[in-house]
């Protein structure tokens, strides 16, 4: 016998079939299935008890009441709490998405400090004994008022443990940035007196006009506005949105009325000039005025007749009549202030101007209309033990009046005016006009202290991170704002055990007043913020903690106000754009992106169009008519006077002819894959007008040019 | 007949006889290639049959060894350990927490397991990484509690006699999809003899069709 190619072909033959009778086959082709339905890289979600912890969201002023679903212990889903007063069961995406800031690349995982260029990690001890001695010696060297501090906004009591511990400190260089709740406070104070601020009824008003305001491009509290304006079709309200560009709010209004930039005060006052003329206000309301209404009065007939109001505005004469008409005569009209989301740069003249339309038509504190009320506060603090030197230099004037002002100063001044700065929930070197004169300036402060949860464009200026818990992991007090027609105090609580070696920032403030001995000490003397916490909002606490909020005032507020309309009767200037070239660069605030505070999460950044942003590349849009060399979806070089940028272009007849518009809350460049590197921050292109009279931002754009790139 | 012609008819016979010749030897060869075929045959077939699961499957020994009949026997039931939440959810193995229902830091028993249990984990307080024998893959819903409690079946139906064991078995994961091979079975070729042999759709649309006269729709576990 000999073995021979036949051999091999049985050899072959018996193999395949052995294997084929054998169940090798089968059971791949069965387990290959599986593998292919359940990827193991795929991330599958852990299986276990299922449980839901109420909480609330403090992303934005918003405020709402969230649900976390948990599974055995591990949040893994953020809903809207139903029933809650805010919000009732409803949640924006950046609340949904709350989660995923627990988990940022960016976070700062301990307490950092910087050597050279780059952070070393701390321990806690170490980080709050570093601090309280620098701290110490600025105290010495006998200029208290040196220590600024920076906060997202004056409300609640982690804030308020800021401004004590400056206070006790001895400086009055307390800052916020800018936010609707402090626009509110300030038009407030400016027609009806200190003390007071404004909110809306948008929820009942019949006629809602709105000055730019971007009811659901997250103006407000975010939800709550999105639910009045759902409800608007039912109740068969009118609004009418005035803005430069077809926004969302815009398309989504009864009529669009698009006005030149930065023009909105004069429009206010031509409709002012309309209803005064026409003798369409609320006589009642008007026998409450005073600063000089015969005086504003006679302002209004002669710069503002309809025709010189149309060829400011660019809004017909005969429009503005209609609208005047129209919003005197309603039932229940709002005027609304606040340009997109209410938190950039305002001018107060607009904002006066805006508001003064609600006071002459008499609908304050009235349904649907314009409520005018004490300021709530409900923390009380007990009184702070002053030495002499905080005694001294708490008495000192501040170095400006607001955040742009201590940019300015600290940016002019060969010596430095500021040689320890706290910064707490805010991002100015990304958020604030000129970001990087901002920038500039933060890095020319001898020691700054950065409390932020993640190493941001301003903690990577910091010399310290005291790193805070996010809002999942920590207990605060989180006060309603946003012009809510209501007054809400939410309570956050922990919903995890922190995932890294983070402090409640109210703890950290806490350690270091202690840290500092003496008065400051006194004046600190909890044992921990939440003993503090439980303590200042005594009045509210049984509510706070057994519903998870506290309502303050609900309803609407009795008596009339007061309105002095002497700011507007001297004539204030309106603010004028900064340069000289043709076109307007206007910011444009977009519900999926956030402009201030926290970077939007990466899911919210995945939900952006891609007729703004376009890979990495930013999309303005612009009229056709203004676009000319420019190619739809080519790219292009925008020019302001404070910068260049390279961006693609989307052609729109949605946005007036001259007008440029970039979205605003993209172009991070901090440590987070998802978020950071895409688009540029709109901030870098336009810089701050400061307002006269009111020392404001109010820069609503710059002066631009575009041409191909 | 020429030369020609002669010469063709003894090249034929000659071609002939060579083919005869060479059919003989075929034969044998082809015999041999039957040998070869029947050995590569067979050897394959075994080798698929019984070494091919050796390598499919890793074995994995559980963290330490768990006495079912004690605990059964203990507890009087399965639903002390392996209960249904409140919500309809099927609570799988038990946590350390309800293990601490009953044990302590202190050994209940004189076992070198109880010792291991103790030790490795009630006293650093962290869960038993236990291998399931019974998870099904991550594309499947399964309520328990619509088949042991609507429809009355007994845990046995599905898992077989595990309660009753008084050690743990090893536990076998295929190097593929990850997943036990009690859900294929152990006999390689799918041949079950009790109802708890296998889990695959298949035993579980031909218990629908037996109990409730249809198989069921995709999405009813393939959410």
Not at chain 1, 197 to 209: H, Q, R
Not at chain 1, 425 to 442: E, F, R, T, V, W
Not at chain 1, 656 to 669: A, F, K, S
């Amino acid at each position: 016998m000999k073995v021979d190619r036949r051999s091999f072909l049985g050899l072959g033959l018996g193999a395949a079939a052995g294997i084929a009778v054998s169940p090798i086959g089968m059971k791949l082709t069965d387990d290959s299935s599986i593998w292919t339905q359940n990827w193991p890289w795929t991330p599958v979600p852990v299986d276990g008890e299922v449980s839901y912890e109420n909480s609330v969201c403090s992303l934005c002023p918003g405020s709402c009441g969230i649900s976390i679903r948990k599974i055995d212990g591990r949040p893994v889903k953020i809903e809207g709490l139903a029933d809650y007063p805010i919000n009732d069961g409803g949640a924006c995406l950046h609340g949904i998405a709350g989660l995923q800031y627990l988990y940022d690349p960016a976070r700062v995982k301990t307490p950092l400090k910087k050597n050279g260029d780059k952070f070393e990690e701390i321990s806690w001890d170490d980080a709050i004994a570093y601090v309280a001695d620098k701290l110490g010696d600025i105290r010495k060297s006998g200029a208290p008022e040196k220590l600024a501090c920076i906060v997202g906004k004056d409300q609640g009591s982690v804030s308020g443990l800021f401004k004590r511990l400056l206070k006790t400190f001895g400086s009055s260089n307390f800052y916020t940035m800018p936010s609707l709740e402090s626009y509110l406070e300030l038009t407030a104070a400016t027609l009806h007196g200190e003390g007071e601020t404004i909110s809306f009824d948008l929820e009942n008003a019949s006629f809602v006009l709105s000055f730019g305001a971007g009811i659901i491009e997250g103006w407000g509290s975010p939800v709550n506005c999105f639910k009045a304006n759902a409800s608007r079709k039912q109740r068969h309200a009118k609004l009418y949105q005035i803005e430069p560009r077809l926004s969302n709010t815009a398309a989504n209004a009864d009529k669009w009325i698009p006005v030149k930039p930065g023009t909105e005060a004069d429009l206010a006052l031509g409709i002012c000039a309309v209803i005064l003329k026409n003798k369409l206000f609320d006589s009642t309301a008007t026998a409450n005025f005073k600063g000089g209404l015969n005086k504003f009065g006679a302002l209004l007939q002669k710069d503002y007749t309809p025709s010189k109001t149309a060829e400011i505005t660019g809004v017909k004469a005969s429009d503005i009549e209609k609208i005047a008409i129209l919003f005197a005569k309603a039932k229940m009209p709002v005027a609304v202030f606040g340009k997109g989301r209410g938190d950039g740069a305002q001018s107060l003249k607009e904002l006066v101007a805006v508001h003064t339309l609600n006071c002459l038509v008499g609908n304050i504190n009235k349904k649907g209309g314009a409520f005018v009320q004490p300021k709530t506060n409900y923390l009380e603090f007990p009184d702070e033990s002053m030495d002499s030197i905080a005694g001294k230099g708490f008495g000192k004037t501040k170095i400006g009046p607001y955040v742009n002002q201590l940019v300015e100063r600290v940016n002019a001044s060969s010596e430095p005016v500021v040689e320890a700065l706290f910064v707490y929930n805010a991002n100015p070197c990304h958020s604030l006009h000129d970001s990087k004169n901002a920038k500039q300036a933060i890095g020319k402060i001898p020691f700054v202290v950065s409390f932020s949860s993640f190493l941001d464009e301003t903690a990577m200026e910091a010399d310290i991170i005291l790193p805070s818990h996010t809002f999942i992991e920590r207990l605060e007090d989180v006060p309603s704002g946003g012009g809510l027609a209501k007054t809400v105090v939410g309570l956050t609580k922990p919903i995890v055990e922190p995932l890294f070696n983070t402090k409640n920032p109210g703890d950290a403030i806490l350690l270091i007043a202690k840290a500092l001995e003496g008065n400051i000490a006194k004046s600190f003397e909890w044992e921990s913020y939440e003993e503090c916490l439980e303590g200042v909002t005594s009045g509210i606490w049984d509510s706070l903690s057994e519903e998870g909020f506290a309502i303050i005032s609900e309803g609407i507020p009795s008596g009339s106000a007061k309105v002095n309309i002497s700011f507007l009767a001297k004539n204030p200037l309106t603010v004028q754009a900064q340069g000289d070239f043709a076109l307007t660069l206007i910011p444009i605030d977009n519900m999926r992106l956030i402009s201030a505070g926290v970077a939007a999460s990466p899911f919210a950044i995945k939900t952006v169009s891609d007729k703004v942003l376009m890979g990495r590349d930013i999309v303005v849009e612009i009229n056709p008519l203004t676009a000319k060399g420019l190619k739809d979806g080519g790219s292009a070089t925008l020019t302001t006077p404070i910068g260049t940028a390279r961006v693609k272009v989307n052609f729109d007849e949605g946005i007036m002819p001259g007008v440029i518009g970039m979205v605003e809350g993209l172009g991070h460049t901090f440590d987070n894959k998802y978020v950071s590197n895409k688009g540029i921050n709109v901030n870098d292109l336009i810089g701050p007008v400061i307002e006269s009279g009111s020392g404001l931002d109010a820069a609503f754009g710059i002066k631009a040019k575009i041409s191909k790139a | 007949m020429s030369e020609i012609e002669n010469k063709a008819e003894n090249g034929s016979t000659e071609s002939a006889g060579e083919c005869t010749a060479g059919e003989a030897k075929d034969d044998k060869g082809l015999g041999l290639g039957v040998i070869f075929f029947i050995v590569a045959f067979v050897a394959c077939f075994l080798s698929g049959t019984l070494l091919f699961p050796k390598l499919l499957y890793s074995k994995k020994e559980q963290p330490f060894n768990f006495d079912h009949e004690l605990h059964a026997g203990e507890t009087g039931d399965c639903e002390t350990c392996h209960s249904v939440r409140e919500d309809g959810s099927f609570t799988g193995i038990p946590k350390l927490a309800t293990c601490l229902d009953c044990h302590t830091e202190e050994p209940l028993g004189e076992t070198e397991d109880e010792a291991v249990f103790t030790e490795e984990y009630v006293s650093k307080e962290k869960e038993v990484p236990w291998y399931v024998y019974s998870r099904q893959p991550d594309s499947v819903f399964f309520s328990h509690v619509a088949h042991t409690q609507a429809a009355g079946m007994d845990c046995v139906s599905c898992h077989g006699h595990i309660g009753e064991s008084t050690s743990s078995r090893v536990y076998e994961e295929n190097r593929l999809t990850g997943y036990s091979r009690d859900i294929w079975g152990k006999n390689i070729f799918g041949i079950k003899k009790h109802s708890w042999d296998r889990m695959k759709m298949d035993d579980c649309a031909v218990c629908h069709k037996e109990e409730t006269g249809h198989q069921g729709y995709c999405f009813q576990c393939h959410k």
